[in-house]
């Protein structure tokens, strides 16, 4: 009988020609189907190294798997376990058959031989199982940045020199993923985050060992981190003729703002630009704020004419850190200049159209308004030393003095008005009046 020994050589090589040859009949053959990762043995001394297979379980349950396989023969199976503290191989199980699997195998060296077709042959493998207990924590958290931090333990992973039964310890190598949601993040054990999300956050961490066992564990972020935004309406009425609201202007600001504190809201509402651009000439220090408000959603009157700009700071507080936002408007609020027009032709025929001498203003403080006829008598005033804009209609002349309807022609208009911006509106002409 020829005996080949394949625990130094022949084991290696058949596993390669079984694979990459499958044509051949040299089938026998020691693997595993059920392993996580494998990989190979680097003993110190011993001449031939063997294969690692890893088998992932709960800690202290043993679910290493090895099947042994003739070329198809039915054969008796030798299973032998290495014993570091002899440095043999005792014996372990026996089987007959082509093929014997061997189930919820605990750590070791496994050797399986037997002979098949006068042939003997000998086949090594380590079982090591595996398992991984991962955390996730938060280790720092600020207004502008925040750090995660991981840590893991795993299975202990060695084997033994089968010369002298040297142990060989093997790093778990754990590897670290980092997750919100399914959105993959970073590859680092303990990451920083710069800009922390504004919403609470759940991060999970995968961490995964040599062994290819992976569990993940997961932190629950509050943030601290507000988002400061709003916006801003008038309900004045809006005239097509007008992109801007004229003076004075009723502004309600919509608080936009995300992750923030009620009752911690600080609006600051800056001067006119004109003003400051004029006052920022020189070398004194200047207040640039018109007013500051701390509601949650103000309601705000631009008495005057002019541009502002509009700040909101928002907060949030967790535990002791309280962080802040700022928010600036875009574009500047524009309360409209003042202005006034008069229409050179009204009609009083009572068709409802163009029936009243109706006056054109904006942003005005005070309106002083005078019709007079050919002979220079007053037919119509109107006086106002605090003339809003709904008061448009007030001023109107109908046309008629002591409900008498006027003659037809030409009229003579004066008006002396003083605008919110400052500006004093003097104006003088003619009206026709048709019926």
């Given at each position: 009988m ?8 022949l ?7 079984c694979?990459?040859l ?5 089938a026998?053959?020691?693997?595993s ?8 043995t ?6 031939v ?8 379980s ?27 503290a ?12 082509s ?6 195998l605990?750590?070791g ?13 000998i086949?090594?493998?380590?079982v ?5 207990t991962?955390t996730?924590t ?16 795993s299975a ?5 020199d089968l ?7 093997l ?12 959105q993959y993040i ?19 961490v ?8 992976m ?14 935004k ?9 005239d097509?003729?007008?992109v ?6 009723n502004?309600?600001?919509?608080n ?6 009620p009752g911690?809201?600080?609006?600051y509402?800056?001067?006119?630009r004109?003003?400051l651009d ?7 220090q200047?207040?640039?704020f ?20 509009v ?14 936002d ?13 202005l ?18 109706i ?6 403080e005070?309106?002083?308004?005078s019709?007079?006829?050919r ?17 448009t209609?007030i001023a109107?002349?109908?046309?008629r003095?002591n409900g008498?309807?006027?003659p037809a022609?030409v009229?003579?208009?004066v008006?002396?008005a ?8 003097r104006s ?6 048709i019926?």
């Amino acid at each position: 009988m020829k005996a080949v020994n394949r625990k130094y050589f022949l084991a290696p090589l058949l596993l390669t020609l079984c694979f990459s040859l499958p044509g051949r009949l040299m089938a026998q053959s020691l693997t595993s189907g059920s392993a996580s990762n494998k990989e190979n043995t680097a003993y110190p001394v011993f001449a031939v190294n063997d294969p690692i297979y890893y088998f992932c379980s709960q800690q202290g349950v043993p679910s290493g798997s090895l099947t042994a396989r003739s070329a198809g023969s039915s054969v008796s199976f030798l299973w032998e376990k290495f014993d570091p503290a002899t440095i043999k191989f005792l014996n372990y199980s026996n089987f007959t058959g082509s093929v014997s699997t061997l189930n919820n195998l605990a750590d070791g060296c496994y050797r399986a031989s037997f002979t098949e077709n006068g042939t003997n042959y000998i086949f090594r493998a380590w079982v090591m199982n595996g398992w991984v207990t991962p955390t996730a924590t938060i280790t720092q958290s600020t207004c502008t940045f925040l750090r995660l931090s991981s840590s893991a333990t795993s299975a202990g992973y060695q084997y033994y020199d089968l010369s002298n039964g040297k142990v060989v310890v093997l790093t778990p190598n754990f590897q670290y993923r980092w997750y919100v949601g399914t959105q993959y993040i970073v590859s680092v054990q303990n990451p920083l985050i710069s800009s922390p999300p504004s919403q609470n956050t759940l991060y999970r961490v995968e961490v995964t060992d040599r062994a290819g066992c992976m569990k993940s564990a997961e932190v629950n972020y509050v943030s601290p981190i507000p988002v400061a935004k709003f916006s801003w309406s008038t309900p004045q009425q809006n005239d097509p003729q007008y992109v801007f609201p004229q003076a004075p202007a009723n502004i309600d600001f919509k608080n936009l703002s995300e992750n923030s504190d009620p009752g911690k809201f600080e609006w600051y509402l800056f001067k006119d630009r004109a003003i400051l651009d004029k006052l920022g000439g020189g070398t004194t220090q200047i207040d640039s704020f018109q007013t500051v408000i701390y509601d949650d959603n103000p309601l705000y009157t631009y008495e005057l004419s002019g541009k502002y700009k509009v700040k909101l700071v928002a907060s949030k507080t967790v535990q002791s850190l309280t962080c802040r936002d700022t928010f600036y408007l875009p574009q500047e609020i524009i309360v409209d200049t003042s202005l006034v027009k008069v229409t050179p032709v009204f009609t009083p025929n009572g068709d409802g159209v163009n029936d009243k001498l109706i006056i054109k203003t904006r942003s005005l403080e005070s309106l002083e308004f005078s019709v007079l006829n050919r002979w220079g008598k007053v037919v119509h005033h109107y006086s106002s030393a605090n003339f809003l804009p709904e008061d448009t209609e007030i001023a109107a002349w109908d046309g008629r003095v002591n409900g008498k309807l006027c003659p037809a022609g030409v009229y003579f208009y004066v008006i002396d008005a003083q605008g919110r911006d400052g500006v004093r509106r003097r104006s003088k002409g003619f009206v026709e009046m048709i019926w």
